[in-house]
């Protein structure tokens, strides 16, 4: 971090900043120009709060110049994590595509779906039993029966499941989930952050629908900083003011926090746009830019679905999805998809 003063500064006032500094622990070099007074703070300044700097009296501009992410970042950790649930291997050369409705509506609905997309290929199966709906008026989920029936569902398929929390009193409920998903809204929910990086359980961070990259790599870093290493971060769209779509697909969060970061990436193109005829080319598109894999809506009833009906494709569609994409898998070296690709 390098902070430049303001021309006036006297040295008294320098030497007391430095002190300040030296009092926190973090080591200081002081250069000191005809026109300019430049203070360089050394070491790992990841706890030191920027907006606090920049409001001194005696500083004019302040530049972070290492991210203030740490167990995240790939300069401490160049090789990609590859994430284990059960059988399957997410991120470096392991794709692999999580699949199910939005909501888990009956054991008939769950565990036929469930037996449909594992035949295409999916090895996760997703479905929310916490729902976290814009009106209170729309269906809520089947809550902790929800999670009963993801569990049945995995007992015939063997498929892992992928469910969202919504708040820390419902973990004992999660014991036996196999991804826990923190949704878009509860990025930042920095308790419930805290609680899940003390338990082992990998967890799907979706990125909020306002949130930069930064933030969703802070947010990674509340888990990570409380032990649990085991975060797969997802894109799935953001607002824009685009209103043919329900969110914008940002591609380019794919590559960049592959740059930033070490930790796996999937891609939602199901709430990214809300539009079903979409998830096809955004998941080809979210391929080649180079992600770990994929979150997909998938329901044998759209037009009666409880929840995202509009967005979600058919187990039939599903397989063309998986059918369209593995050859592109296949030439970029990856592996996965229960042995397709
Ligand atoms: C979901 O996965 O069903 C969901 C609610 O996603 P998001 O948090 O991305 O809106
Ligand atoms: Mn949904």
């Not at 003063?5 to 120009?33: A, P």
């Not at 740490?70 to 990609?80: G, L, Q, V, Y």
């Not at 809550?143 to 993801?150: F, M």
Request: charged share 25%; proline share 4%; glycine share 10%.
């Amino acid at each position: 971090m390098i902070l430049f003063l303001k021309k006036n500064t006297s040295d008294t006032q320098v030497e007391n900043l430095v002190k300040w500094f030296d009092d926190m622990g973090i080591e200081s070099h002081l250069s000191k120009g005809k026109f300019q007074t430049v203070l360089g703070l050394v070491g790992d300044t990841s706890a030191v709060d920027i907006s606090l700097i920049e409001g001194l009296e005696i500083v004019e501009t302040v530049k972070r110049i290492q991210e203030p992410f740490k167990n995240s970042n790939r300069k401490f950790h160049p090789d990609d994590t590859v994430v284990n649930v059960g059988d399957a291997k997410i991120g470096g050369k392991f794709f692999q595509i999580i699949a199910g409705p939005c909501s888990v509506e009956s054991e008939e609905q769950i565990c036929s779906i469930a037996k449909q997309v594992k035949e295409a290929g999916a090895t996760l199966l997703r479905g929310g039993a916490f729902k976290p709906r814009t009106s209170p008026y729309a269906f809520q989920g089947l809550r902790a029966e929800g999670i009963e029936l993801l569990l049945k569902a995995k007992q015939h398929t063997g498929l892992p499941i992928v469910t969202e929390i919504m708040d820390l009193s419902h973990l004992d409920l999660f014991a036996d989930v196999d991804v826990i998903q923190v949704g878009a809204r509860n990025m930042q929910n920095f308790e419930l952050l805290k609680q899940l990086g003390k338990t082992d359980k990998p967890i799907l961070l979706k990125r909020g629908l306002a949130s930069t990259l930064e933030e969703l790599l802070m947010s990674a870093e509340y888990i990570m900083a409380g032990g649990n290493e085991n975060v797969i971060l997802c894109e799935r769209g953001i607002r824009t003011f685009e209103t043919y779509t329900r969110n914008t697909l940002d591609i380019s969060a794919i590559p960049l926090l592959k740059e930033l970061s070490h930790l796996p990436i999937i891609v939602d193109p199901s709430h990214a746009t809300g539009l079903s005829k979409l998830v096809r080319p955004l998941s080809l598109a979210s391929v080649a830019g180079g992600a770990d894999g994929l979150i997909i809506e998938v329901h044998n009833n759209p037009q009666c679905a409880l929840c995202d009906g509009p967005q979600s494709i058919t187990p039939e569609a599903f397989g063309d999805v998986v059918s369209e994409i593995s050859p592109f898998l296949k030439l970029l070296g990856k592996e996965g998809l229960g042995g397709l690709v």
